[in-house]
């Protein structure tokens, strides 16, 4: 596959993406990835990100350019671009005029497919002045600095391909992975499929069994599915627990749906362990921390110990590994999802992780492949502490009775005007608050229950979504006739940031 070099961009995980798409693998590294694991991966390509440093400021991300160009061919983005230069005795300098956001490129050798003029993205303070001897400048920004040059080998831009602003950028990086790479374009569903099934029975081996915890949602559901196709169903041991805060019906639902697939799974009905252990607690973290911990009594009780079981499996996915490896910077713990955090030590086994190198459209193509059904591959994301971080303050059996019933109206009727799947993830809110209202002729002292929709590609950010009035209006109606204990709805017109998904 393609090595990308992390110098962090804001957009590396993207150029790992778009490649994807193209069907050429790539993996993501720190820029300090050495030299002898590269060789051993023996890459089609190594792609340098972009990064917010200039490459002439101490203590900037550096690399030495001439040990991988030996390696194989190189594309420089942005921040690369500059470091291919400075390393190969170019010079790069600070510009008199930045350039962000849309420009125009000029491209005086046109690559294939690419046109002669054509839109770009830009976010650059610094420029190359002078290209290293050997390469030719093969394109001009707007503002007359160079906006990419090449030499046999390595290719450099300016901009960033991989942000959709600009336009053939996927062409850009095609040309780099086949005309320059010689890459096979093969990474598809079915490859991918028959990878991570031959992967899976190398690390767990002919014996062992694995234990496996389902949530109901698409990474976990998939991970199942997968072992138990690489492993056979009597070695894969799924736990599907009722921790109480399931939507309505939820966990029958889910739990017949899973024998559907042929998956070897036990239902565990925990839910008054869980409310028990939730009484009183009105802090979010420690709701949070209570669910975790309960999660995992329940969890550890839930298998025979007598089964060779070794493995653990996760459905971790690459966004959440690559933020671990960040080379630059880290993120702050906003909330703690801590729903499998710490199980592996305390349980003594190993972690196997399969999916733990694709984005979530390659989970949900590669479930399709498995013959998951598509209900099951698009139901929105579902938090691990469930309802209880949706109930505000605490999490009583009524609370919960209110806004199960709230939220089964307003996901019915999502899905009757055909926006469930335009939207990332919908749900209510119940707070903790109760307002006066007049219902029949009778004076009402009742909650109020927020609704929420958003939009998104990860769950980074978020925007909300813009109903019609009238869809609104409907499920105010609905929710206010249907459900006893709410009297006024509100919609959640937030963003995240500054708004977070969820409310706690
Ligand atoms: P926030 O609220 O942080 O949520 O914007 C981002 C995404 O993560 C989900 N979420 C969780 N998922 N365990 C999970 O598995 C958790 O503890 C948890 N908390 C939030 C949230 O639903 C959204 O999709």
């Not at 400075?86 to 008199?96: E, F, N, S």
């Not at 303070?125 to 080998?153: C, K, L, W």
């Not at 806004?403 to 990332?424: F, P, Q």
């Amino acid at each position: 596959g393609f090595i990308i070099l992390d110098f962090g961009s804001q957009f590396t995980q993207l150029i790992a993406r778009r490649l994807r798409e193209l069907g050429f693998y790539s993996e993501i590294h720190s820029y300090k990835y050495s030299a002898e694991e590269i060789r051993k991966k023996n890459p089609y390509g190594i792609i340098l990100s972009g990064g917010p440093n200039s490459v002439y400021e101490e203590g900037s991300p550096q690399r030495d350019i001439k040990e991988l160009r030996n390696i194989s061919p190189l594309l420089g983005v942005c921040y690369g671009m500059q470091l291919l230069s400075h390393q190969l005795g170019g010079k790069v300098t600070k510009a008199q005029h930045r350039e962000y956001g849309l420009n125009y490129v000029t491209w005086t050798s046109v690559l294939k497919d690419v046109p002669k003029k054509q839109k770009v993205w830009m976010s650059h303070g610094d420029v190359v002045e002078t290209a290293p001897e050997g390469f030719e400048i093969i394109a001009n920004s707007d503002g007359n600095h160079p906006a990419a040059m090449r030499s046999e080998n390595v290719l450099a831009v300016q901009f960033h391909p991989e942000v959709a602003h600009t336009e053939h950028g996927l062409d850009l990086l095609r040309y780099f992975a086949q005309e320059m790479c010689h890459a096979p374009a093969d990474w598809d569903a079915p490859h991918i499929k028959d990878h991570l099934m031959e992967e899976v029975r190398k690390q767990v081996g002919e014996t062992d069994h694995v234990l496996v915890g389902l949530s109901g949602g698409v990474d976990s559901t998939v991970v199942a599915t997968l072992l138990t196709k690489a492993l056979g169903a009597e070695r894969v041991h799924c736990v599907f627990v009722d921790n109480g805060l399931l939507r309505k019906n939820e966990f029958e639902n889910v739990l017949e749906s899973y024998k559907g697939l042929g998956l070897n799974v036990k239902g565990v009905d925990a839910s008054r362990e869980f409310l028990s252990e939730l009484k009183g607690k009105t802090d979010p973290e420690e709701k949070r921390k209570t669910i975790g911990r309960v999660f995992i009594e329940v969890f550890d009780k839930s298998y025979d110990k007598k089964l060779p079981i070794k493995w653990l499996a996760q459905g971790t996915l690459y966004p959440d590994v690559i933020e671990s490896v960040s080379s630059i910077g880290g993120s702050v713990t906003i909330k703690s999802h801590h729903n499998v955090g710490g199980l592996p030590e305390k349980m003594h086994l190993g972690l196997v992780e399969p999916v733990r190198e694709l984005f979530k459209d390659e989970v949900r193509a590669l479930g399709a492949q498995l013959g998951l059904p598509h209900a099951m591959l698009w139901r929105h994301p579902f938090p691990g502490p469930g309802l209880a971080i949706r109930v505000l303050g605490e999490v009583t059996e009524e609370r919960l009775r209110i806004l199960k019933d709230c939220d089964d109206v307003y996901i019915s009727e999502l899905r009757r005007h055909g926006l469930y799947e335009k939207i990332w993830q919908a749900f209510c809110v119940l707070l903790p608050v109760k307002t006066v209202g007049v219902q029949g002729d009778s004076r009402t002292y009742d909650h109020v229950l927020a609704l929420r929709a958003v939009t998104s590609s990860d769950g980074m950010t978020a925007d909300w979504y813009p109903f019609e009035f009238q869809f609104l209006r409907d499920v105010s109606n609905l929710i206010t006739n249907k459900v006893k204990g709410v009297n006024r709805v509100v919609y959640d017109v937030t963003s995240k940031p500054p708004g977070t998904i969820e409310w706690e």
